[in-house]
């Protein structure tokens, strides 16, 4: 009898922490962090990084480690709302100085990330259960991320004027909070789409937020803010899940398989990680737009085909 069967005797939080062994070593943590931290805020899709990631370090050699590092790599996403919370900390003081009156632009752009954030939280809402089991695996995964590279390459060829027909808008929207509703709605119609694994929610909002008129920081900034309450819902609905599963079927929950040390540190490097590449991003966007990040997420899809082709990466099962 392992650590795990004989803390069921325990209580709640005695069986929490008193986990015997962490399959999850600390190093395993950190560098999950690093890559969510990094990517999650980038174009590029975490989702494909991570994948690729836990594969290569051998977290997905049992069905039920595979399914703990899974909301792992989830619940890790907490660590990246935190740095937008500490980078975007005015903002978000303005939005709460307008939920009781006192900053009319602060109140407007609240109400544009409810208006963003609510087609993709019904929607994910419905069909999580349905992507995990219908989408989330090597074909629907490779296929998003080339996909989505070249989306972004066209995407800044049209914005340059490159192709004749409509033309792309020749007064952009110089601050995030001068967003209109119709903006905020189409963003949230393309957050929509990043439900697709492997397609980057930070891609389709700032592809979005771009095709709607902003200029490319503020549509990072507007994506970036949006990610408080899309990555937190699904940050608290996933580690729910997770807990809610184990209760009622009595499979170990992820804190008792990875132990509770590792996800703590996979946040905190996570919180990090992110808040340098947010601050990065930023300025990369400006001086060269979406279309380096299309090649990469190019580059990567054939890698990742090639590690899946030779069975070094696993994609579902």
């Known amino acids: 009898m392992d650590g795990r069967v004989a803390a069921n005797t325990r209580s709640p939080m005695t069986h929490l922490l008193a986990t015997t062994s962490q399959p999850l070593e600390l190093w395993h943590a950190i560098v999950l962090g690093l890559v969510e931290g990094i990517t999650e805020y980038l174009p590029v899709s975490s989702t494909g990084h991570l994948i690729l990631s836990s594969s290569l370090m051998g977290l997905d050699d049992t069905p039920q480690r595979k399914a703990a590092v899974d909301a792992f790599n989830i619940v890790i996403q907490g660590g990246a709302i935190l740095a ?80 004749s027909g409509p033309k792309f808008h020749s007064h952009e929207t110089a601050d995030v909070m001068d967003v209109t509703v119709k903006q905020a709605l189409l963003i949230g119609c393309m957050q929509v789409l990043a439900m697709w694994p492997g397609t980057s929610r930070s891609m389709m909002t700032i592809a979005g937020g771009v095709i709607a008129g902003l200029r490319p920081r503020q549509a990072a ?35 008792e398989v990875l132990g509770v040390l590792p996800v703590i540190v996979g946040i905190v490097v996570a919180a990090i990680s992110a808040a340098v590449a947010v601050r990065w991003l930023v300025g990369f966007l400006n001086n060269h737009g979406l279309t380096p990040f299309g090649w990469y997420r190019i580059v990567l899809a054939l890698v990742l085909f090639v590690l899946i082709w030779r069975g070094v990466v696993v994609i579902g099962g």
Do not use: Q
Not at 89 to 118: E, H
Not at 125 to 147: C, K, M, S, T, Y
Not at 232 to 240: D, I, R, S
């Open 84 to 163: 937008v919370l500490g980078l975007y900390w005015p903002t978000v003081v303005r939005m709460l100085k307008g939920l009781v009156g006192k900053d009319a632009k602060g109140f407007a752009l609240f109400r544009n990330l409810v208006i963003a954030f609510l087609p993709a939280a019904v929607i994910g809402l419905a069909l999580d259960d349905w992507i995990e089991a219908r989408l989330f695996h090597a074909g629907p995964v490779l296929a998003a991320l080339l996909l989505g590279g070249c989306f972004m390459i066209l995407l800044d060829k049209w914005r340059a004027g490159r192709f």
């Open 221 to 255: 900034e507007f994506s970036f803010l949006l990610g408080l309450p899309t990555l937190g819902a699904a940050t608290c609905y996933k580690l729910a899940k997770n807990l809610y599963n184990s209760h009622k079927t009595g499979e170990p929950n992820m804190f």
